[in-house]
C-alpha cells in the first residue's frame, strides 16, 4: 500500500512508441512549486540568426536521465493490475520535472549558452558561422554530454546542416522562416463557429504573428 498510488495510462508518440503517463494531480497540489526560467522562443530564435551551420541533438527520455533524490520514491507510486511501482528516475507529469530539467541543462551546457548553442528542453541546438568553428563547438558539447552522461536519442539527432525545424520553425542560413506545413494547417482550419473556436484559431494563427505585420496577438 501507499498514500500516493495513482493509476497509470499509456499514451502513443509520433514514432510509435509508447509514453506512461501517471495521474500526478494530487502530489502536485501538495508540492512546493520550483520555478526556473523557460527559455523565451523568440530569444533563442535570435540568437541563431547569422549562423550557417547547425546541429539539433536530442536527448533520449531526458526526463529520466535524472534519478529520484534517495528516499523520496515513494511519493511516486503508481498502481497497476501487476503491483504497486515507484519511480527511480523523474517520471513526465510532476509539477517540478520541466523546471529541473531545464536548470540541470543550463547548469551542464552554462559554459556554452549564449555563445554557440541554444537549449530548449531535451533539444539542444549548436550553430555556428563556418564549419570548422561547428566541428569544435560539437565536439565540445559533446564531451560535456559524455562526461554527465546525458545520452542521446541518434535517431532523432541532426549534424552539420545548414538548414533544420526547430519548433515550428525552419531555421537556416537565410534566416528564420515558416513551416509550410504549420501555414497549411492555419488554412485548412475550419471556420470559428463559436467563442471558443475564435479563441483556438487565435491562439493558431497568433503563433507566426513575428511574420504578418500588425497582427495583434
Not at 515558416?178 to 463559436?194: C, L
Amino acid at each position: 500500500m501507499s498514500p500516493c498510488a495513482v493509476p497509470v495510462i499509456l499514451v502513443p508518440k509520433k514514432d510509435g512508441t509508447w509514453r506512461m503517463c501517471v495521474d500526478c494531480r494530487a502530489i502536485n497540489n501538495i508540492t512546493v512549486k520550483y520555478r526556473h526560467p523557460i527559455p523565451r522562443l523568440d530569444d533563442m530564435l535570435d540568437e541563431l540568426l547569422g549562423s550557417c551551420v547547425f546541429s539539433k541533438i536530442d536527448l533520449k527520455s531526458g526526463y529520466h536521465q535524472i534519478r529520484m533524490k534517495e528516499g523520496y520514491e515513494w511519493k511516486t507510486a503508481f498502481k497497476t493490475k501487476y503491483g504497486l511501482y515507484e519511480w527511480l528516475v523523474m517520471p513526465f507529469g510532476l509539477t517540478n520535472t520541466p523546471s529541473t530539467f531545464m536548470r540541470l541543462m543550463n547548469h551542464v551546457l552554462r559554459a556554452f549558452i549564449g555563445r554557440f548553442v541554444v537549449v530548449y528542453f531535451y533539444d539542444i541546438l549548436v550553430y555556428s558561422k563556418n564549419l570548422d568553428d561547428h566541428k569544435e563547438h560539437l565536439k565540445s558539447v559533446l564531451d560535456v554530454l559524455r562526461k554527465e552522461k546525458l545520452f542521446a536519442n541518434m535517431k532523432k539527432c541532426t549534424f552539420c546542416t545548414d538548414k533544420f525545424v526547430f519548433l515550428g520553425f525552419v531555421v537556416s542560413a537565410q534566416g528564420i522562416q515558416v513551416d509550410k506545413e504549420k501555414v497549411r494547417a492555419i488554412q485548412e482550419w475550419p471556420s470559428p463557429t463559436s467563442v471558443s473556436n475564435v479563441h483556438s484559431f487565435h491562439g493558431l494563427a497568433s503563433f507566426y504573428r513575428r511574420f504578418v505585420k500588425d497582427l495583434v496577438a
